[in-house]
């Protein structure tokens, strides 16, 4: 599995082309994957970058948790994946990011890359500080997290 971990700068050329981070590359390299899928996080203004395995594996719990017998399940479904493009990483590691997801996140051609284990996100240069939790609240929610037993973390 691939891990993405860090965040790292970088620049949108004029036709929307960013340079996945060498790190990153390295990582999907290794995980046997240059192509994405990108798509709107439902929770920030960013965008989600998958590897292709992770989507499929993210796809599959959907589906299982979905009724086929339910209109609303089904729009749900529908909304997710229509909402999804697939990103294919040129021979010098960029990847095209359409300008009406760029817009939708408020960058014009400065960003972030933030790695998130087994996906990363693309925020607007500056908007991830934004959104970051204060450091108090942080360290709160993480020794909350990891001082629960195992079992009730799942729940």
Excluded: C
Excluded at 20 to 42: F, N, T
Excluded at 46 to 61: D, F
């Amino acid at each position: 599995m691939s891990v993405f971990i860090g965040n790292s700068d970088a620049k949108a050329d004029a036709k929307g082309r960013i340079f996945i981070p060498a790190h990153y590359r390295k990582a999907l390299q290794e995980g046997e994957s240059s192509r994405l899928v990108m798509r709107k996080d439902p929770y920030s203004n960013s965008l989600m970058l998958y590897p292709e395995t992770i989507w499929n594996q993210k796809l599959t719990t959907l589906k299982n948790g979905l009724d086929e017998w339910n209109p609303t399940h089904q729009i749900v479904l529908m909304q997710y994946v229509s909402e999804a493009e697939w990103l294919d990483m040129d021979s010098q590691g960029r990847v095209l990011i359409p300008k009406k997801y760029l817009q939708l996140i408020g960058a014009e051609s400065e960003v972030q890359f933030v790695g998130m284990l087994d996906t990363f996100s693309l925020w607007a240069k500056g908007n991830f500080e934004k959104a970051k939790l204060p450091a108090d609240e942080f360290t709160s929610l993480l020794q909350q997290i990891m001082s629960k037993p195992k079992n009730t973390q799942e729940q």
